[in-house]
T-cell receptor, first 113, second 112 residues
Framework: GAVVSQHPSRVICKSGTSVKIECRSL??????MFWYRQFPKQSLMLMATSNEGSKATYEQGVEKDKFLINHASLTLSTLTVTSAHPEDSSFYIC?????????FGQGTRLTVV | GEDVEQSLFLSVREGDSSVINCTYTDSSSTYLYWYKQEPGAGLQLLTY?????DMKQDQRLTVLLNKKDKHLSLRIADTQTGDSAIYFC????????????FGAGTRLAVHP
Protein backbone atom coordinates (compact mmCIF):
# COMPACT_ATOMS: atom_id res chain seq x y z
CA GLY A 1 0.00 0.00 0.00
CA ALA A 2 0.93 3.65 -0.30
CA VAL A 3 3.41 5.01 2.18
CA VAL A 4 2.98 8.63 1.17
CA SER A 5 -0.28 10.25 0.12
CA GLN A 6 -0.25 13.52 -1.79
CA HIS A 7 -3.26 15.64 -2.65
CA PRO A 8 -4.53 16.90 -4.95
CA SER A 9 -3.17 14.93 -7.85
CA ARG A 10 -4.08 17.66 -10.30
CA VAL A 11 -5.05 21.28 -9.92
CA ILE A 12 -5.72 24.14 -12.28
CA CYS A 13 -5.76 27.64 -10.85
CA LYS A 14 -5.87 31.21 -12.07
CA SER A 15 -2.86 33.49 -12.02
CA GLY A 16 -2.52 35.35 -8.76
CA THR A 17 -4.24 32.77 -6.62
CA SER A 18 -2.62 30.44 -4.09
CA VAL A 19 -2.65 26.66 -4.13
CA LYS A 20 -2.01 24.30 -1.23
CA ILE A 21 -0.61 20.80 -1.72
CA GLU A 22 -0.71 18.26 1.08
CA CYS A 23 1.71 15.45 1.75
CA ARG A 24 0.86 12.81 4.34
CA SER A 25 3.07 10.11 5.72
CA LEU A 26 0.81 7.11 6.20
CA UNK A 27 3.03 4.46 7.69
CA UNK A 28 5.30 6.29 10.06
CA UNK A 29 6.01 9.56 11.72
CA UNK A 30 8.19 11.83 9.68
CA UNK A 31 10.12 14.63 11.28
CA UNK A 32 11.50 15.48 7.86
CA MET A 33 9.81 15.61 4.48
CA PHE A 34 11.12 16.80 1.15
CA TRP A 35 9.51 18.77 -1.66
CA TYR A 36 10.65 18.36 -5.26
CA ARG A 37 9.71 20.01 -8.49
CA GLN A 38 9.87 18.30 -11.85
CA PHE A 39 9.68 20.05 -15.20
CA PRO A 40 8.50 18.09 -18.25
CA LYS A 41 10.97 15.45 -19.33
CA GLN A 42 13.42 16.57 -16.70
CA SER A 43 14.71 15.25 -13.43
CA LEU A 44 13.58 16.11 -9.93
CA MET A 45 14.87 19.27 -8.35
CA LEU A 46 14.89 19.45 -4.56
CA MET A 47 13.10 22.59 -3.49
CA ALA A 48 13.13 22.38 0.28
CA THR A 49 13.38 20.21 3.34
CA SER A 50 10.37 20.40 5.61
CA ASN A 51 11.10 20.06 9.31
CA GLU A 52 8.39 19.27 11.83
CA GLY A 53 7.93 22.09 14.30
CA SER A 54 10.52 24.38 12.75
CA LYS A 55 11.23 26.35 9.62
CA ALA A 56 11.83 24.65 6.33
CA THR A 57 15.24 24.68 4.73
CA TYR A 58 15.15 25.95 1.18
CA GLU A 59 17.57 25.12 -1.60
CA GLN A 60 19.46 27.88 -3.32
CA GLY A 61 17.32 29.77 -5.80
CA VAL A 62 13.98 28.72 -4.30
CA GLU A 63 11.92 31.64 -3.01
CA LYS A 64 10.68 30.84 0.48
CA ASP A 65 7.97 33.50 0.30
CA LYS A 66 6.72 32.03 -2.92
CA PHE A 67 6.68 28.43 -1.77
CA LEU A 68 5.42 28.34 1.80
CA ILE A 69 6.00 25.11 3.67
CA ASN A 70 4.29 24.12 6.88
CA HIS A 71 5.06 20.93 8.75
CA ALA A 72 2.74 21.15 11.72
CA SER A 73 2.54 17.47 12.60
CA LEU A 74 4.62 14.35 12.24
CA THR A 75 2.44 13.10 9.41
CA LEU A 76 1.57 16.19 7.41
CA SER A 77 3.52 18.75 5.43
CA THR A 78 1.94 21.32 3.13
CA LEU A 79 3.37 23.32 0.27
CA THR A 80 1.53 26.50 -0.67
CA VAL A 81 2.35 28.14 -3.96
CA THR A 82 1.47 31.77 -3.38
CA SER A 83 0.40 34.22 -6.06
CA ALA A 84 0.84 31.53 -8.66
CA HIS A 85 1.97 32.42 -12.17
CA PRO A 86 2.10 30.31 -15.34
CA GLU A 87 5.83 29.71 -14.84
CA ASP A 88 4.95 27.91 -11.58
CA SER A 89 3.14 25.26 -13.59
CA SER A 90 4.96 22.05 -12.89
CA PHE A 91 4.81 18.63 -11.27
CA TYR A 92 5.40 18.80 -7.52
CA ILE A 93 6.35 15.68 -5.59
CA CYS A 94 6.86 15.17 -1.87
CA UNK A 95 9.06 12.56 -0.26
CA UNK A 96 9.30 10.95 3.14
CA UNK A 97 12.28 9.09 4.53
CA UNK A 98 11.68 5.68 6.04
CA UNK A 99 15.04 4.51 7.33
CA UNK A 100 17.43 4.30 4.37
CA UNK A 101 14.73 4.66 1.78
CA UNK A 102 12.90 7.68 0.38
CA UNK A 103 9.26 7.12 -0.50
CA PHE A 104 7.49 9.47 -2.87
CA GLY A 105 3.96 10.74 -3.17
CA GLN A 106 1.96 10.43 -6.36
CA GLY A 107 2.77 13.98 -7.35
CA THR A 108 0.62 17.04 -8.02
CA ARG A 109 0.30 18.46 -11.50
CA LEU A 110 -0.18 22.22 -11.12
CA THR A 111 -1.35 24.24 -14.09
CA VAL A 112 -1.64 28.00 -13.70
CA VAL A 113 -3.75 29.72 -16.34
CA GLY B 1 28.72 18.80 -5.39
CA GLU B 2 27.33 15.48 -6.47
CA ASP B 3 26.48 15.02 -10.12
CA VAL B 4 24.53 12.03 -11.41
CA GLU B 5 24.39 11.24 -15.12
CA GLN B 6 22.37 8.77 -17.13
CA SER B 7 21.78 8.04 -20.77
CA LEU B 8 18.45 9.53 -21.80
CA PHE B 9 16.87 6.82 -23.87
CA LEU B 10 16.89 3.05 -24.28
CA SER B 11 14.83 0.93 -26.62
CA VAL B 12 14.60 -2.85 -26.24
CA ARG B 13 12.55 -5.69 -27.60
CA GLU B 14 10.10 -7.45 -25.34
CA GLY B 15 11.75 -10.44 -23.69
CA ASP B 16 15.27 -9.04 -24.00
CA SER B 17 17.32 -7.70 -21.10
CA SER B 18 17.58 -3.96 -20.50
CA VAL B 19 20.64 -2.35 -18.97
CA ILE B 20 20.42 1.21 -17.75
CA ASN B 21 23.65 2.89 -16.75
CA CYS B 22 24.41 5.67 -14.31
CA THR B 23 27.55 7.46 -13.17
CA TYR B 24 28.02 9.63 -10.13
CA THR B 25 30.81 11.85 -8.90
CA ASP B 26 30.73 11.75 -5.10
CA SER B 27 32.77 8.72 -4.05
CA SER B 28 31.42 8.96 -0.52
CA SER B 29 27.80 8.51 -1.54
CA THR B 30 26.43 5.99 0.91
CA TYR B 31 23.36 4.71 -0.88
CA LEU B 32 22.40 4.52 -4.53
CA TYR B 33 18.85 4.06 -5.69
CA TRP B 34 16.80 3.20 -8.72
CA TYR B 35 13.32 4.65 -9.07
CA LYS B 36 10.69 4.09 -11.75
CA GLN B 37 8.29 6.78 -12.91
CA GLU B 38 5.30 6.08 -15.11
CA PRO B 39 3.56 8.95 -16.97
CA GLY B 40 1.89 11.40 -14.61
CA ALA B 41 2.83 9.43 -11.52
CA GLY B 42 5.19 9.77 -8.61
CA LEU B 43 8.36 7.77 -8.16
CA GLN B 44 8.32 4.11 -7.25
CA LEU B 45 11.35 2.73 -5.48
CA LEU B 46 12.68 -0.29 -7.35
CA THR B 47 15.78 -1.10 -5.40
CA TYR B 48 18.78 0.40 -3.68
CA UNK B 49 22.31 -0.66 -2.93
CA UNK B 50 24.65 0.22 -0.13
CA UNK B 51 28.07 1.48 -1.18
CA UNK B 52 29.91 -1.50 0.29
CA UNK B 53 28.02 -3.93 -1.96
CA ASP B 54 28.94 -4.92 -5.50
CA MET B 55 25.70 -6.50 -6.58
CA LYS B 56 22.13 -6.87 -5.50
CA GLN B 57 19.51 -9.01 -7.18
CA ASP B 58 15.78 -8.89 -6.67
CA GLN B 59 13.68 -11.06 -8.99
CA ARG B 60 14.14 -9.59 -12.50
CA LEU B 61 16.26 -6.70 -11.29
CA THR B 62 20.02 -6.79 -10.84
CA VAL B 63 22.00 -3.81 -9.64
CA LEU B 64 25.74 -3.69 -10.19
CA LEU B 65 27.96 -1.16 -8.48
CA ASN B 66 31.52 -0.38 -9.50
CA LYS B 67 32.62 1.91 -6.75
CA LYS B 68 36.06 2.48 -8.24
CA ASP B 69 34.56 3.84 -11.46
CA LYS B 70 31.53 5.32 -9.68
CA HIS B 71 29.29 3.43 -12.06
CA LEU B 72 25.89 1.93 -11.29
CA SER B 73 23.74 -0.18 -13.57
CA LEU B 74 20.26 -1.63 -13.47
CA ARG B 75 19.56 -4.77 -15.45
CA ILE B 76 15.97 -5.80 -16.09
CA ALA B 77 15.68 -9.39 -17.25
CA ASP B 78 12.91 -10.49 -19.60
CA THR B 79 11.76 -6.92 -20.18
CA GLN B 80 8.00 -6.51 -20.54
CA THR B 81 5.88 -3.74 -22.04
CA GLY B 82 4.85 -2.81 -18.49
CA ASP B 83 8.46 -1.92 -17.82
CA SER B 84 8.20 1.04 -20.19
CA ALA B 85 8.79 4.09 -18.00
CA ILE B 86 11.45 6.56 -16.95
CA TYR B 87 14.11 5.18 -14.63
CA PHE B 88 15.94 7.52 -12.29
CA CYS B 89 19.24 6.85 -10.64
CA UNK B 90 19.76 8.72 -7.36
CA UNK B 91 22.66 9.05 -4.96
CA UNK B 92 22.92 10.33 -1.43
CA UNK B 93 25.19 13.23 -0.69
CA UNK B 94 28.40 12.46 1.13
CA UNK B 95 28.19 11.15 4.62
CA UNK B 96 24.46 11.00 5.01
CA UNK B 97 21.32 9.70 3.45
CA UNK B 98 18.97 12.58 3.70
CA UNK B 99 19.41 14.43 0.44
CA UNK B 100 19.10 12.65 -2.84
CA UNK B 101 20.59 13.86 -6.10
CA PHE B 102 18.82 12.51 -9.16
CA GLY B 103 20.01 11.80 -12.65
CA ALA B 104 18.04 13.13 -15.60
CA GLY B 105 16.24 9.82 -16.04
CA THR B 106 16.40 7.16 -18.75
CA ARG B 107 13.32 6.61 -20.82
CA LEU B 108 12.91 2.89 -21.49
CA ALA B 109 10.76 1.94 -24.46
CA VAL B 110 9.83 -1.71 -24.87
CA HIS B 111 8.55 -2.80 -28.25
CA PRO B 112 7.09 -6.11 -29.41
Amino acid sequence: GAVVSQHPSRVICKSGTSVKIECRSLDFQATTMFWYRQFPKQSLMLMATSNEGSKATYEQGVEKDKFLINHASLTLSTLTVTSAHPEDSSFYICSVRGGRVAFFGQGTRLTVV
Amino acid sequence: GEDVEQSLFLSVREGDSSVINCTYTDSSSTYLYWYKQEPGAGLQLLTYIFSNMDMKQDQRLTVLLNKKDKHLSLRIADTQTGDSAIYFCAATLSGGYNKLIFGAGTRLAVHP
